[in-house]
């Protein structure tokens, strides 16, 4: 009987807009009920790849936080590959929930046992259904992979994964990105057309716009060395100046 905090994850948001966290939370309870465990919380991760670290968990960091005040006996989840998706980072965690003297329980197969040096079939099984978990996504990443550069041989269309800044998806514009799309597009047109002005010195140019120093660098000056700027006179606005050079660029 032990007082347990739970942990939920799954790797997609659409995972977790269907059953993915009921069903871990079924069978999380179930596991509690038939060893007589209780859980004083739940933690979950959405969206959050079981290749990530503890630090980059915020579910998992609180539930490890728990194990190591001592206000819980150990963590509940409900399969091994919740709990991380390659074997350094499960092993990792492991070594420590164990060295703050709890333990690890899945709702498939129960206590994770800590190692035994007379039983090294234990962690080597234990190592093994770890590997087995990082091929399983590396083959799940594989396959999605292969899929979507087949729809680009046939149909000439990349629709997955995050598009460029202005859309959420190839093709889907998001509102939110087009707006500052356009606001930087018309201050940059308002800085060229400003910086275009027969009466622009290089001064005002160098305000609106450009980085180009208002005079040549010295002979006895590197272009690397930075200038004095204090040093600096502008030209009067009497003369004319010369043109802005990010127009030629």
Partial sequence: MA????YLRVS???????????????????????????????????????????ADRPGLTDALNLVASGD?????TARLDRLARTLTIQEGLLAVVWKNSGQVYTA?????????????MRTAMRQIVGVFAELERAMIVKRMSDGRRRRVDVKGQ????????????RGVPDIREQGVIA?????????????ARPSATHAACRSELCWWPPHPVSPHQSRGQPRDRRSTTVASSDSSPPPCPTRSR
Avoid: Y
């Fill in 3 to 6: 007082n347990l905090v739970a």
């Fill in 72 to 76: 819980a006996d150990g963590l509940l």
């Fill in 108 to 120: 498939d197969h129960g206590e994770v046992m800590h190692d035994d040096p007379s039983d090294p």
């Fill in 12 to 54: 997609t948001s659409g995972q977790a807009d269907g059953f993915g966290l009921d069903v871990q939370r079924q069978s999380i309870e179930h596991r509690c009920a038939t060893d007589g465990h209780s859980l004083i919380a739940s933690f979950q991760d959405v969206a959050i790849s079981g290749t990530l670290a503890a």
């Fill in 158 to 169: 990349w629709v997955s994964g995050r598009g460029p800044f202005g859309e959420l998806t």
């Fill in 183 to 195: 606001r930087v597009t018309d201050t940059c047109s308002r800085k060229w057309l400003s910086c």
